[in-house]
């Protein structure tokens, strides 16, 4: 029976020796994964604020300013009404741009970290393990991990609760898909929620752990939290290990399925997975 302080000295285990070249994968991950679609997300919203705000703001004018009672209501609220038609099309499209590169370019990266750090787990992995997930079968990463967000997504917006169960449930699809990128999204999903059963509460303790170490990042603005990202994702990989040997002991699946992850031998050489 594992427990959050087992996983945590695991954790830490798995990081000795090799710590700066898991936040250099967790950095390299974070710039090109999640935190750039935010930022093309974020950079769309700012822009479409910048707009209003000019067309909104009046005008520095020489003279007197315009009366606007000399133009035709009609045509004020025409402009108004393409000024907004505008904006909205321009948020839609950062929207969708960040959406896509989430799905094409992020949720692979972050694929690609969980088979790093399984990896790291067992011995000295390479840094281009992150980028692994862009080799056949890529789509099929994309595919599963698309359908996987909407469905959590689908479920946040109708139903709350299910949608933060659903989070929890399908949490392992990452780490499966690390270890196994052929998996169907059917088989995935089903696969994940069959280990979590009873564990959904467990894992939320597990995270719950480290608000202390949250804390204490804030007064560094943040840039604490860049040097606790790795210690986190270590310990979540350990939880991983805990549940796929949990589905193994339960005969939920085989190493037909999960064949393991690659072994690195002392001078940099893949062995057989395990």
């Known amino acids: 029976m594992w427990t959050c302080g087992l996983l945590k000295q695991n954790a ?40 209003i705000s000019e067309l ?31 904006v909205i099309v321009g948020v839609l499209i950062g929207l969708v741009i960040g959406y896509a590169y989430r799905a094409f370019v992020g949720n692979p990266i972050r694929i690609g970290l969980n088979r790093y750090l399984m990896e790291n787990r067992q011995s000295r992995s390479h840094l281009g393990t992150i980028f692994t997930t862009f080799c056949h079968p890529y789509l099929n990463l ?14 946040s917006f109708l139903f709350l609760v299910p949608g933060i169960i659903w989070q929890y449930q399908y949490a392992l699809v990452p780490y499966l898909l690390a270890e196994n990128p052929y998996l169907s999204s059917r088989r995935a999903r089903e696969l994940s929620r069959q280990i979590m059963h009873g564990e959904k509460w467990h894992l939320f303790l597990l995270q719950l752990s480290f608000i ?20 986190y994702m270590a310990t979540m990989a350990e939880f991983y290990a805990a549940m796929r040997s949990k589905a193994f002991a339960y005969g939920l699946t085989d190493s037909s399925e999960l064949g393991g992850f690659v072994v690195y031998d002392a001078d940099g050489n893949p062995q057989n997975a395990g």
């Open 56 to 86: 909104t703001q009046p005008s520095v004018w020489t003279g007197n300013p315009p009366d606007l009672s000399d133009y035709p209501s009609e045509y004020v609220m025409t402009a108004l009404w393409i000024i907004a038609a505008v």
């Open 12 to 51: 830490r285990q798995a990081l000795g020796g090799r710590y700066w070249r898991c936040l250099l994968a967790c950095f390299v991950a974070a710039l090109l994964g999640g935190n750039s679609a935010l930022t093309i997300t974020t950079s769309m919203h700012q822009s479409g604020r910048e707009t």
């Open 212 to 231: 202390g170490w949250y804390l204490l990042c804030l007064p560094t603005f943040g840039l604490g939290i860049l040097f606790l990202t790795p210690y």
């Open 142 to 155: 994309v595919r599963v991990q698309i359908v996987t967000d909407l469905k959590i997504l689908l479920g």
